[in-house]
């Protein structure tokens, strides 16, 4: 069974940054963020350095600079993290958590006809 993680809102902002690129420098990263978060480069490297303390990125040496790569995958941490949400805020229960966003309009009719089709596939209806 594959490692879950859960990660902090600028923690999931940098892999994301290295999922779509397979591999970035710490001043990749910094300028992929830049307008979203205004972050300053040495906290981008600070975070970096920590998330390579916890297994979830890597880095090789190219000259003088570091460049990164996940080791993490974006489902392991989507089932952690979703996983997480559904037991703090739905007290385990999934199917509260279709309800809520049924019900705040979180999901279209579009949508509905695609989770309706994903329910007859898991019941091996055609």
Known sequence: ???TH???DLQLAIVRVLWARGTASASEVHAALLDERGLALTT?????????DR???IHRADGRQFIYRALIA???VR???VGDLVQRMFYGNSTALVSHLIEAGEIDADELKDL???LAKKRGKP
């Open 74 to 76: 974006e489902s392991d």
């Open 44 to 52: 981008i490297k600070t975070m970096l350095r920590k998330m390579e």
């Open 1 to 3: 069974m594959p490692q």
């Open 116 to 118: 309706r089709a994903l």
């Open 55 to 57: 297994g979830i990125v």
């Open 79 to 81: 089932e952690g993290m």
């Open 6 to 8: 859960k990660l902090g």
